[in-house]
């Protein structure tokens, strides 16, 4: 694969737009039917979104990413896609990291849309390029254009027995304007598109040639520590830096501007900068500053005493987002024999990505350029723009691969950092986080108490569930004093898919005093761990198998009607029509994750399985795992199994691997990961007490089934993550009959 990624802008310019290369830039509206999410998107940045191909004078294929990197082979899956309908030699393609721009439409790889937005456009790119190619061979054999066909990276008049490489045609194609009536290929036609393809970016990688934030070097680049104030808020209210400017390569030490006030969107923080020749002196002079911070609104946040208050609202009355039934009736008729309750929580949470945010800004000629491990380098066009009071054409975002996200690096802080340094300084500014100030000063997983109460009839079948929930709103971040949730309440909450008479879903209030984001799955974290746990606790209660109770609460196969259930379930942005919620769908994955199990089997003492099942950004996934657990409280899994229904599929590869990777992302938070907050400060600061999984605590063996379908593509990045958790405690509870109602587990199990 060629370099997607090159400081030098002549070399950009040399393999892109000189003679001898023909570039498409093929507009995506007014020409074909595309999906409504597409044309919905492009109409929201301004313009009809561009996808770019370009053909060099050797036939090589640089087909243009506009998605961010960060392991989930979005750059693998756009090449399929596109050599897949060009109908490309696979070892003749490269890929070109696009810069931040809205002509290519949504650039944000968040929310696992990227396929879900881009399948189709981008076939019709490649078809679109086959196309030309092929007429523009029929055009210089003097044959019609049907009977020619494309191949391999050839165009083939069979009747003659010519032939041309994609190469020769390149002047012919160079300036013609894209056809309007393409047709891409019939799904039997597919060559790249649902294989199982080795990531392009792989070579790079092992090797160390691939580029990540931190490896970004310009010519006189200073390295940025930055010390943040430790409260939300909070300002610098006097600072001595003489020692800091002392330590050996500390060049200055210059003061943020300044975050006292909500909302604070994806704003810095504020604080001291210190800008050194190298990291360890960037480092040592910022431990050297000696500043007094100002007092701050949220400087009385403590974690501990705020639980209480969810807790408190939980068991009121609250906010209600679905109804369906009376629910306070039939839980009353139930009497105490046939109701339960319990109530859930999770803590605050952070993303923790293995490489922390970093990125590097150079301001010349009036033009800012900032190179980051950035999930949408839109927002950091948007942001830095502003901050500097720039037009956003005058600022370039180049995306390196990211080394990790999940979700913390959508929000470009650390970006609007680097280019506020680089502004003030005149030189080049590399800023680099570091893990500390990663799990201090990032955008938190929102903490959530909940309350489930239910009801069975005579015959142990579920008839009404309540669900409450309250958590501080990611609306906060964005819109000062917002103690409504919005969106979150879509993410396992009022979209229960049961078939039951009586259902209700209510939400609390609570203010936010951290910087609130969302984080891989959002919302579904909580709310899937507290209702699929329930729900277990339902099945038990009933003495009823839990497979058994949880297919026949589901009920018959159906599409989910919400809105008669009294719901506005808002399906993540796309069409019921196109992305209906079918249970049918949803059974099939619990029947083959219990399948794959041997659910039912017999199993050694104090081992068990759980399972939990949820359809979350358009996909629905099951997962069932086995524990054993010894008598001192040590925890073992044996063995996992997921089933994945997400539709129709680019990289098979890539959708067990993504299964696998939320497999252990959820342990991590299911066993040992929490947030804290005591005076407003956040008190973890590293992995030796904000700890992730170890090898020796993962599963020992982690068994996919990717379920095939001729559905539209759905998300794959996030989906594996919220049965996690619900079907690891379940398990223990079948292993040990102790139930787990707050996450992290930690010593729960010793005690």
């Not at 309750?341 to 490489?355: C, D, G, T």
């Not at 379908?709 to 398990?731: I, K, M, R, W």
């Amino acid at each position: 694969m060629t370099d997607y990624f090159d400081l030098s802008r002549r070399r950009f310019l040399r393999t892109t737009a000189v003679a001898g290369a023909a570039v498409f830039a093929i507009p995506l509206l007014g020409r074909r039917a595309v999906p409504g999410a597409i044309a919905s998107e492009a109409a929201a940045a301004g313009s009809e979104a561009r996808l770019f191909v370009a053909l060099q004078g050797d036939g090589t294929v640089e087909i243009t990413c506009h998605r961010s990197e960060m392991g989930q082979h979005a750059r693998t899956a756009v090449a399929q896609i596109v050599a897949d309908e060009l109908e490309a030699d696979w070892d003749r393609i490269t890929i070109a990291q696009a810069l931040g721009d809205k002509r290519y439409g949504d650039q944000n790889t968040d929310g696992s849309r990227s396929i879900r937005f881009n399948l189709e456009r981008l076939r019709l790119v490649g078809a679109t390029v086959r196309r030309m190619l092929r007429d523009a061979a029929a055009e210089r054999w003097g044959v019609e254009p049907g009977s020619c066909r494309a191949e391999q990276h050839r165009v083939y008049h069979d009747a003659s027995g010519r032939s041309l490489d994609y190469g020769e045609l390149v002047e012919a194609v160079a300036g013609r304007e894209p056809p309007t009536d393409v047709t891409p290929k019939d799904r039997k036609d597919w060559r790249y598109i649902g294989e199982g393809k080795a990531i392009v970016d792989m070579a790079d990688i092992v090797s160390g040639r691939a580029t990540f934030a931190a490896d970004v070097r310009l010519p006189g680049t200073l390295v940025a520590m930055i010390a943040r104030p430790p409260v939300v808020l909070a300002d610098v209210a006097s600072v001595d830096d003489s020692a800091a400017r002392e330590v050996p390569g500390v060049v200055d030490v210059i003061r943020m501007p300044s975050l006292t006030a909500n909302p604070v969107n994806f704003n810095p923080l504020g604080g001291v900068a210190v800008l050194a020749e190298h990291t360890w002196a960037a480092q040592l002079g910022r431990d050297k500053l000696k500043i007094a911070w100002t007092d701050s609104p949220n400087a009385g946040y403590e974690s501990a005493g705020f639980r209480d208050r969810l807790e408190a609202a939980c068991r009121e009355p609250g906010d209600v987002h679905r109804s369906k039934g009376d629910v306070e009736a039939a839980l009353a008729e139930a009497g105490d024999e046939r109701r339960h309750a319990a109530e859930y929580y999770v803590p605050h949470l952070a993303q923790a990505p293995m490489e922390p945010p970093c990125a590097t800004a150079r301001f010349e000629n009036g033009v800012m350029e900032v190179w980051a491990a950035t999930q949408n380098p839109q927002a950091d066009q948007s942001l830095i723009a502003g901050l500097l009071e720039l037009p956003p054409e005058k600022v370039k975002v180049h995306v390196t691969l990211l080394g990790g996200a999940f979700g913390r690096k959508s929000k470009p802080d650390f970006s609007a950092e680097a280019a506020w340094l680089a502004h003030k300084s005149g030189r080049p500014v590399r800023v680099q986080w570091q893990r500390e100030d990663d799990i201090r000063h990032g955008f938190f997983h929102t903490v959530s108490a909940q309350r489930l109460e239910a009801a069975l009839d005579d015959g142990g079948r579920l008839t009404a569930l309540r669900h409450r929930s309250t958590f501080p709103t990611i609306n906060a971040t964005f819109e000062a004093g917002a103690e409504v949730p919005g969106f979150e309440t879509d993410l396992g909450l009022s979209d229960a898919p049961l078939a039951i008479p009586h259902i209700q879903a209510e939400t609390g209030r609570a203010p936010a005093q951290v910087r609130t984001g969302w984080m891989r799955s959002v919302a579904n974290i909580y709310h899937v761990f507290a209702l699929q746990s329930f729900l277990a606790e339902m099945a038990h209660k009933a003495g009823r198998d839990h497979r058994d109770f949880l297919l026949e609460a589901i009920g018959p196969d159906r599409l989910i009607d919400f809105e008669a259930e009294g719901s506005k379930f808002g399906n993540y942005g796309a069409d019921f029509a196109e992305y209906p919620f079918d249970t049918a769908r949803l059974k099939h994955v619990l029947r083959r994750a219990t399948a794959m199990a041997g659910w039912g089997r017999e199993l050694p003492a104090r081992s068990g399985l759980g399972l939990a099942v949820h359809r979350s950004f358009l996909t629905y996934v099951a997962t069932v795992v086995e524990v054993a657990v010894a008598e001192d409280g040590s925890l073992r899994i044996p063995g996992t199994w997921v089933a994945v229904d997400a539709g129709t599929v680019v990289n098979r590869d890539s959708v067990r691997n993504q299964m696998e990777g939320a497999s252990v992302f959820s342990l991590s938070y299911a066993l040992h990961s929490a947030i804290t907050v005591k005076d407003g400060a956040v008190e973890q600061g590293n992995f030796d007490d904000y700890p992730v999984a170890r090898m020796p605590e993962a599963p020992a063996a982690i068994s996919v089934e990717v379920v095939d379908s001729d559905a539209p593509p759905a998300g794959v990045g996030e989906p594996g993550t919220p049965p996690f958790a619900p079907a690891l405690c379940n398990a223990i509870f079948a292993a040990t009959g102790k139930r787990i109602r707050e996450l992290p587990i930690g010593d729960q199990l010793r005690a």
